[in-house]
Each structure stands twice: as structure tokens, then as C-alpha cells.
């Protein structure tokens, strides 16, 4: 069984640096797209980053140049280095994988099969 747990979340200031952490069980991690997602109250589910299992990187427009994502297949885990957070950060975040995905439903929240339970992240103005 495929098991997703987040870590790292918290209440910060606007300005500085947060590391959230995905630690993956039940899977051949190395395979697998691991994406990062976050959910705002009263907004949808949106995409953030997402590592290949060839180790490419791709961000959301909002966070190029702030957020770092990482994989380390030897631990099956993935980062989420996010540095000069801002407010509008603020959301649950979510870490997600999938086996399957081509590189165009990488930003696709429903194509992802497991997700993790979610993580806070706060930050104040």
C-alpha cells in the first residue's frame, strides 16, 4: 500500500524559509512523479512543483525562483525548499505521486493516484 506522509509545516513570517518534507512508503520510489500541490481556503487544489523520476523539475509560475523541490531515492523522500514566503503562500500542502504520468498531466491534481494527508503552512503578513 502506497503511503504519503508530509512534514515541516508551520507558522512563519513573511520573508522567511520554510522546508517541507514527503516521506514515501509502499512504492518503487525511484519510478515515480512526485508533485507537491496546496489548497488555499475556499480555493482549488493548484499545482506547486513536481520532480520526475529523471529527476527534471518543473514549478508553477508563483513560486519559479522561490521554491526548490528535491528528490532523494535512497530515503524515498522529497522536498519542498520555499524561501521568501509571502501571505499568499498560505494554503495546505500536499504531497502526491503517481506511476503513470506524461509530462503534460504533471500540473493535473486528479491524475495523481496516492496523496499525502496535508500539511500547514501559514504565513503572516
Known amino acids: 500500500q502506497v503511503q504519503l506522509v508530509e512534514s515541516g509545516g508551520g507558522l512563519v513570517q513573511a520573508g522567511d524559509s520554510l522546508t517541507l518534507s514527503c516521506a514515501a512508503s509502499?512504492?518503487?520510489?525511484?519510478?515515480?512523479?512526485m508533485g507537491w500541490f496546496r489548497q488555499a481556503p475556499g480555493k482549488e487544489r493548484e499545482f506547486v512543483a513536481a520532480?520526475?523520476?529523471?529527476?527534471?523539475?518543473y514549478y508553477a509560475d508563483s513560486v519559479k525562483d522561490r521554491f526548490t523541490i528535491s528528490r532523494d531515492s535512497a530515503k524515498s523522500t522529497v522536498d519542498l525548499q520555499m524561501n521568501r514566503l509571502k501571505p499568499e503562500d498560505t494554503a495546505i500542502y500536499y504531497c502526491?505521486?503517481?506511476?503513470?504520468?506524461?509530462?503534460?498531466?504533471?500540473?493535473?491534481?486528479?491524475?495523481?493516484?496516492?496523496w499525502g494527508q496535508g500539511t500547514q503552512v501559514t504565513v503572516s503578513s
Open positions: 509502499g512504492v518503487t520510489f525511484s519510478r515515480y512523479t
Open positions: 502526491a505521486a503517481d506511476q503513470n504520468l506524461i509530462l503534460s498531466s504533471l500540473r493535473t491534481p486528479r491524475l495523481y493516484k496516492t
Open positions: 520532480v520526475r523520476y529523471n529527476g527534471r523539475t
